[in-house]
T-cell receptor, first 112, second 114 residues
Framework: GESVGLHLPTLSVQEGDNSIINCAYS??????FIWYKQESGKGPQFIID?????DKRQGQRVTVLLNKTVKHLSLQIAATQPGDSAVYFC???????????FGTGTRLQVFP | EPEVTQTPSHQVTQMGQEVILRCVPI?????FYWYRQILGQKVEFLVS????????KSEIFDDQFSVERPDGSNFTLKIRSTKLEDSAMYFC????????????FGPGTRLTVL
């Protein structure tokens, strides 16, 4: 039968506002986390990463927060622009492997 | 800026046929990966490859799949006898160091099995 894709949560924001995308990860042994942006028909594009010995890391217009107690990761995008519209995935890397485990993804829609 | 490249961008094949998906990782990278993404679903790990051998593979990566680094630049994924459920986007990724370095992804090959 036909497979049903996941219904992605969607975040709609107005251009210029800040966006916060959340992710719950599964493995308490994960010690490296990455946020990827995926535009339609393209591969995942690296945005920012953080290691488990940090709680916060900032890049250009983006900040990642890590809460190991509740296994939660968030991506904050400042002054969201139309070009930020995409699906955002968090990925975790358990400490005994080099594979990435991707989350479900969140669709970010930016409207003028 | 160096990029991972993949060819072809779209491959259509008949069920039971063999396909080879090609990747050129970033030139100084040593660790290579294949992932796949079924339409509308998560990106899933298939296999990692280092020093001319598989270092890890997932349950998806069964005997129908194989990987090879035939020369100093290409990294290939072969599916021996394709099934309908192999239809997906296949992404190659590479990194300079094991695990805790950023994995950079290619644009993907869309495989359609009819």
């Amino acid at each position: 039968g036909e497979s049903v894709g996941l219904h992605l949560p969607t975040l709609s924001v107005q251009e210029g506002d800040n966006s916060i995308i959340n992710c719950a990860y599964s493995n308490s042994a994960s010690d490296y986390f990455i946020w990827y942006k995926q535009e339609s028909g393209k591969g995942p594009q690296f945005i920012i990463d953080i290691r488990s010995n940090m709680d916060k890391r900032q890049g250009q217009r983006v900040t990642v927060l890590l809460n190991k107690t509740v296994k939660h990761l968030s991506l904050q995008i400042a002054a969201t622009q139309p070009g930020d519209s995409a699906v955002y995935f968090c990925a975790e890397n358990p400490d005994n492997t080099d594979k990435l485990i991707f989350g479900t993804g969140t669709r970010l829609q930016v409207f003028p | 800026e160096p990029e991972v490249t993949q060819t072809p961008s779209h491959q259509v094949t008949q069920m039971g046929q063999e396909v080879i998906l090609r990747c050129v990782p970033i030139s100084n990278h040593l660790y290579f990966y294949w992932y796949r993404q079924i339409l509308g679903q998560k990106v899933e790990f298939l296999v990692s490859f280092y020093n001319n051998e598989i270092s890890e593979k997932s349950e998806i990566f069964d005997d129908q799949f194989s990987v090879e680094r035939p020369d100093g630049s290409n990294f290939t994924l072969k599916i021996r006898s394709t099934k309908l459920e192999d239809s997906a986007m296949y992404f190659c990724a590479s990194t300079s160091g094991q695990g805790k370095d950023t994995q950079y992804f290619g644009p993907g090959t869309r495989l359609t099995v009819l």
